[in-house]
């Protein structure tokens, strides 16, 4: 349990950092589009992890609705850039993020049964917290492009409901 709190600690500790260091240097669009496209990659690899390891029904239709919505956000968002003829720009945050994803992965993967789906639904809440935090002060508010921002927007809330369903998940694995 130490090991699971302390490791999700690190992990939003970096998501903190990342998200300080870019408020001091207003990110454009290009890096906004690929924080949000990376943030969206990472929880569909979470999501398939978790479809893969669960073998319980409410965190695996968690899980596949994960997989379901940000693969659809993320395609959006590539026609969007497509459209926009903007190339994603890599930064220290979407780097940020696929490190901690990463060791959240392997963390996870040594868990099974209940400790994993707990450990994964925690992850979740917390993930989806910082995520929605980074698009309500930083993300939406810095994107200069209408159409970007738009769809940042509807991301947010619909990120917003799967903090809600993570939520919700958590308490019936308690």
């Known amino acids: ?26 990110p454009t669009d290009p ?3 690929h924080i949000a496209y990376t943030a969206g990659v990472l929880d569909i690899e979470a999501a398939k992890q978790a479809i893969a390891m ?11 609705s994960m997989a379901r ?7 959006q968002a590539l026609d969007l850039v497509k459209k926009l003829n903007v190339t994603p720009e890599d930064n220290d945050t979407s780097k940020a993020l696929s490190q901690a994803a990463e060791a959240k992965r392997e963390e996870l993967a040594k868990l099974t049964g209940a400790d994993f789906d707990k450990a994964y639904i925690a992850h979740e809440v917390a993930y ?8 309500e002060t930083l993300l939406i508010p810095s ?4 159409e970007l921002k738009s769809l ?3 991301g947010l809330k619909l990120f917003q409901g799967h903090q809600q369903h993570a939520e919700h998940v958590a308490t019936e694995l308690k």
């Open 1 to 26: 349990m130490t090991l699971r709190l302390t490791t999700a600690m690190t992990a939003i500790a970096l998501l903190l950092g990342a998200n300080w260091a870019l408020a001091a240097d207003k």
């Open 31 to 33: 890096q906004i589009a």
């Open 54 to 64: 669960s073998k319980n029904k409410s965190v695996v239709e968690f899980a596949e």
């Open 69 to 75: 919505d940000h693969e659809t956000v993320n395609k």
């Open 128 to 135: 989806h917290k910082q995520v929605n935090g980074a698009l």
């Open 143 to 146: 994107a200069q492009n209408a």
């Open 152 to 154: 940042l927007e509807t």
